[in-house]
């Protein structure tokens, strides 16, 4: 028995792995990638798990294939960065059971630092890749890479992106295949990755590359839809959506494999087309091989952009020369992102303000430290790299230029990278005070556990790491506990341990404000005739905190979360902390 459901693409593509029989999935949470762990943790046939970081999610998977189970990985793309020192001897060594890396790219970046292409990098790695353009196809893709990478010893890459990962699609569900693992058989001329086995095994990867190129020719997910062939567009992916939307008619070479492309076909479709586009968002991947077989009549980046998401109207407006009316962006408010009301981040950045200190900063929601009107973080780079960025000033300029300097890293990123950047602060003699935001979860990417939260993806409670233990291990003995809202012992603490010619670290604490099961019974509430108008409580850009036109506050109570930094920063006693607020009491508070 089979039943329809309507699935988003990163849903299909776990119940595709389900489906395929795999048994490990590892990942760190990464958006547009996330849903895809969280979606597969709901099968209880399969172990799966949020690993510290990319890489040793993709040794997980290594080790579980080698060990005869089928296994994934996923993704976001700058995390395939992370993992590419694996992957890319992991293509040499091959696969056990099957393999499947999941990258979910994000073109437009709407929650990335950079809009890198995953093909370039699996075809530096010589891995294949498989690129669906639905829901429905995104579950059938990963049931068939898994048997791709059996049959050709290969680990195998989904590539999706973030409109497939996150639009909804008809599914059909299908039972699971359940596989029993392959007998494991000791086989270190494939497995131990030593100089004189890579060499052999080199050859091997080419050797299966071409043999890949010609089956593709053959391979259903690589179809030509012929039909006006006046024009026609190889194209794959989210795109091929858009080329049937605005095109209807146009003849399509829509490939499922963008690596190894099927020479052959590619070849017979051109010469049957009079003219040619090749439409694949972001890099070249396509066109440049198509054009080094000397099929020149080929157009691609000369009218279609490298930068953003593509659409049916960029179709419309650069092949058919149709003026499109699109809304004027000057007609919509701009509003651009900020911490939510209550986040301990902002009371951090407040004090840091007030301060005068800069922030060497790192990916996550403290990022939005580097906007106004907090303004406090300077730099943001990948996934740990504040507290080396903080190591490489000190050591370029030396301990008394980085005086008003920190590093600013949240409990999450901290696990996953950071800590390898703490330990060559400790190792390599530098000085400098790190900040660790700790609130208890990985927030940016919707609330994950990490290993210090104690809870894993499948819900069980484990013991959780202490970061202020596991940073005393490195041999740190100046590491600080201080609550977020804590601003005196906060500011203190920062004039303090910023002038200290050694390592140190301050870990702020306090749980972020959408966790569930965290309560905010107060709220603030303004005092208007104490009011002195001076604007103090507005600098840290609450939002839920409005300037009237007399000059007072008004302060949203559905917005409010009663962290009570508005009150800390009026002098006047001009705001009030409510207790039990939602229960109607509207207790005044002292102040807090």
């Not at 508005?566 to 006693?573: A, E, G, V």
Request: hydrophobic residues 40%; contains cysteine.
């Amino acid at each position: 028995m089979s039943e329809k459901r309507i699935l988003l693409g990163n849903e299909a593509i776990a119940r595709g792995a389900y489906e395929a029989g795999v048994k490990v999935s590892a990942a760190y949470p990464g958006t547009p990638s996330t849903e895809i762990s969280e979606a597969i943790a709901n099968y209880e046939e399969v172990y799966a798990e949020w690993s510290p970081n990319e890489k040793v999610a993709a040794e997980v998977a290594i080790g579980a294939s080698i060990a005869g189970a089928r296994s994934m990985c996923s993704m976001k793309h700058v995390g395939v960065n992370v993992a590419s020192d694996p992957l890319f001897t992991a293509a040499y060594a091959g696969v056990g059971g099957g393999m499947v890396i999941v990258a979910a790219d994000d073109p437009g970046m709407y929650s990335s630092q950079n809009e890198q292409d995953s093909r370039m990098v699996a075809r530096a790695a010589m891995i294949p890749v498989l690129e669906p353009s639905d829901s429905a196809e995104a579950k059938e893709f990963t049931k068939l890479a898994f048997d791709l990478s059996e049959e050709y010893d290969t680990p195998v890459m989904v590539r999706s992106t973030t409109r497939l990962s996150h639009s909804q699609g008809v599914v059909e569900l299908k039972e699971r295949q359940e596989r029993e693992c392959l007998p494991y058989e000791r086989n270190t001329a494939k497995y131990v990755m030593m100089p004189a086995n890579a060499i052999k095994r080199h050859v091997f990867v080419e050797e299966r590359m071409k043999r890949m190129g010609a089956d593709a020719c053959t391979m259903p997910i690589n179809r030509a839809e012929y039909r006006d062939l006046s024009v026609g567009f190889i194209t794959s992916g989210i795109p091929y959506q858009y080329v049937r939307e605005a095109m209807p008619q146009a003849s399509v070479l829509k490939l499922g494999l963008v690596h190894p492309l099927p020479k052959k076909l590619i070849q017979e479709f051109a010469g049957k087309v009079d003219k040619l586009y090749i439409f694949e968002e972001l890099e070249p991947v396509i066109e440049e091989q198509v054009k080094s077989w000397g099929i020149l009549k080929a157009v691609g980046k000369e009218i279609f952009t490298v930068q953003g998401e593509y659409s049916a109207n960029l179709l419309r407006e650069r092949v058919l020369g149709e003026k499109v009316q699109t809304s004027d962006p000057a007609a919509v408010p701009a509003r651009p992102p900020i911490l939510c009301p209550g986040c301990p981040h902002r009371s951090v950045y407040s004090v840091m303000k007030r301060l005068g200190i800069h922030g060497a900063g790192d990916i996550g929601c403290y990022t939005l430290g580097a906007v106004a009107p907090l303004s406090v973080v300077d730099s943001t780079i990948c996934m740990g790299s504040s507290i080396s960025t903080l190591h490489g000033m000190e050591k370029a300029r030396g301990r008394e230029y980085i005086r008003n300097w920190v590093a600013v890293i949240g409990d999450s990123t901290f696990m996953h990278t950071g800590i390898n950047s703490l330990m060559n602060m400790v190792y390599n003699q530098s000085c400098g005070t790190v900040v660790i935001l700790d609130n208890s979860t990985t927030g940016m990417t919707g609330h994950q556990d990490h290993a210090a939260t104690g809870k894993t993806l499948k819900g069980e409670v484990v013991p959780a790491i202490n970061i202020t233990k596991l940073c005393g291990s490195l041999g740190i003995e100046h590491v600080y506990e201080i609550s977020a809202f804590d601003l005196d012992g906060l500011a203190e603490a920062l004039k303090r341990e910023t002038h200290r010619d050694a390592v140190s670290v301050i870990i702020t604490k306090a749980p972020c404000v959408l966790l569930k099961g965290v309560t905010f019974p107060n709220k603030c509430v303004p005092v208007p005739e104490k009011c002195k108008k001076c604007g103090a409580c507005l600098r840290p850009g609450c939002p839920a905190l409005t300037k009237n036109a007399d000059g007072t506050i008004s302060i949203d109570e559905t917005m409010c979360n009663g962290c009570g930094l508005c009150q800390k920063l009026c002098k006047f006693d001009a705001i009030e902390v409510c207790k039990d607020f939602l229960s109607g009491q509207k207790t005044p508070a002292k102040k807090i």
